[in-house]
């Protein structure tokens, strides 16, 4: 005869089916009454703000209208509205996927070395003293935005000597990125009056009261060429009355540079700035950016440059930096991205891949500079109140077109055309399909604001 189960293990079908529906609702009733147990409670941690580009981009992508303008995208973009990878770039990507040798292995902490050398001559150019002098230390970076936070970092642990003021002095307006960079390693920043939103050109001389008025030893930060985000430059003998300044003031020069070649088409011209500090002798560093100048915007190929003033003991000051840099390189990223460093290296590097890249930088600056022509036209064409000579003395892919945040906000009400919220426009979302409608659609908004 088989025994019967425990009495303990069977239950009534009106019990289970009475007491499970019980169980959940006082489970519900514990958890909405317990207090969070999390450490990062809201006061501590606040809900952040969205990235304000990356919502515009995604306001932009919900957008169905046919006719809708992205203008607030930092990235080339075609005739046709789309983007653009380099001829130069296909053919050094043939060169390593052909390459026997290729492999994924680490780069070494500095990066690769076929990179930073020439990615140092680029900048100073082949012939310059600090190169053979031995006076240049380079890192490869996580792009620019690597290559800032990388120097922010050494500054914020090293720059201290003989009292330095720590403050480091940013151009207003300036890259958003940069206030969080440095605020992020604990350098305080302040700014200097940089652009004129009467001539929406330079205010060139309450840069230099600033800077001149500024504690001695200040950090200074530059945008070598194509300012971001207004697009515009000191002339050559402006930035000579500039690096006057920074040197009597003894103040210390960090070039930020995302556009070299980018900006005019030449190479060695949107070098001048920093080419013209590093004859006058001074110590700098330089954040160098390929994202823009080959399209490698997700690949993050970058360098950082360190620049020794001429010395009898340079070079030993020189390796000293170098060392403590691959440290900070190593606990913040161990070793770069290989794929974007070796596309940028296979260029720089051969002499016909490197004519054939300044050929494919014309074609991009070219075609934003015809953009800056045809809207300043259309925009004169019709009669636009107001002053638009601006769109072409700016240079670079960023413009300041000095919209009204009210005005740019009907734009996108009204017509669908998506820039940030202080008038800047990305030069590079405009082509010959839709300048006339943007210029248009300006037109009408001005017109009804004033």
Known sequence: MASRPPSHTTASPSSSSSSTPLSRLQNIANHMA?????????????????????GLARAYKADDSPNKVDLGIGAYRDDNGKPWVLPVVRKADEVIRNDPEANHEYLPIAGLAALT??????????????????RVSSVQTISGTGAVHLGALFLAKFYKVNGANRTLYLSNPTWANHNQIFSNVGIPTAQYPYFDKKTKGLD??????????APDRSIVLLHACAHNPTGVDPTPEQWREIAAILKE??????????????????????????????????????????????????????????????????????????????????????NPPIYGAKIASIVLNDPALFAEWQENLRTMSGRIISMREALRSKLEELGTPGQWNH?????????????????????????????????????????????????KAVDSVVRSTE
């Not at 150019?125 to 031995?134: I, N, Q, R, V």
């Open 391 to 439: 769109i072409t003395d700016q240079i670079g892919m960023f413009s300041f077109t000095g919209l009204s945040e009210k005005q740019v906000q009907k734009l996108r009400e009204d017509f669908h055309i998506y820039m940030t919220k202080n008038g800047r426009i990305s030069m590079a979302g405009l082509n010959t399909r839709n300048v006339e409608y943007f210029a």
């Open 204 to 213: 060139f001389e309450g840069m230099k009261s600033t800077l001149a008025n």
């Open 249 to 334: 003031k003894n103040h210390f020069p960090f070039f930020d540079t995302a556009y070299q070649g980018f900006a005019s088409g030449d190479l060695d011209r949107d070098a001048g700035a920093i080419r013209y500090f590093v004859e006058q002798g001074f110590e700098l560093v330089i954040a160098q950016s390929f994202a823009k100048n080959f399209g490698l915007y997700g690949e993050r190929a970058g360098c950082f440059h360190y620049v020794a003033a001429p010395a009898s003991d340079a070079a030993n000051t020189t390796t000293r930096v170098a060392s403590q840099l691959a440290i900070l390189q190593r606990s913040e990223i161990s």
């Open 117 to 134: 050398s020439k990615a140092a001559e680029l900048l100073l150019g082949t012939g310059s003293p600090a190169l053979s002098e031995k």
């Open 34 to 54: 317990s207090p969070s147990v999390t450490s990062f409670p809201p006061d501590a941690v606040p809900q952040a703000p969205e990235d304000p580009l990356f």
